[in-house]
């Protein structure tokens, strides 16, 4: 398979690896790609879980601290998006290995 990227061309192997063929120079060009690319994601991860905690948790702009309600529901809202992302992830590994495995 190849893939296209910023105009720059990469042959993946059967396991989504680059192959080694290319350059070194175009190997650190592809994963200077990859890590903005991860790091864009992430940020919109990040900013996706600040909006929706805020919108939904903070009401109160008379005061400079959170209420303790306020408080609890970010701590709860954070951790019900960690667990999701989790569950997600696992299943994203779980389908990934058996599309893997139909490959073989």
Do not use: P, W
């Not at 306020?70 to 997600?88: D, I, N």
């Amino acid at each position: 398979m190849t893939a296209r990227q910023d105009g720059l061309y990469v042959r993946i192997d059967s396991s989504h690896h680059a192959v080694s063929t290319l350059s070194s120079s175009d190997q650190l060009q592809m994963q200077r790609i990859i890590e903005q690319k991860q790091m864009k994601d992430f940020m919109g991860l990040y900013s996706g879980l600040v909006e929706r905690c805020f919108s939904g948790c903070i009401n109160d702009f008379t005061s400079r601290a959170l209420t303790s309600k306020e408080t609890e529901c970010v701590s709860h809202c954070t951790q019900k998006f960690l667990k999701h992302s989790e569950r997600v992830g696992a299943r994203f590994s779980e389908e990934n290995a058996r599309l893997m495995g139909q490959q073989q």
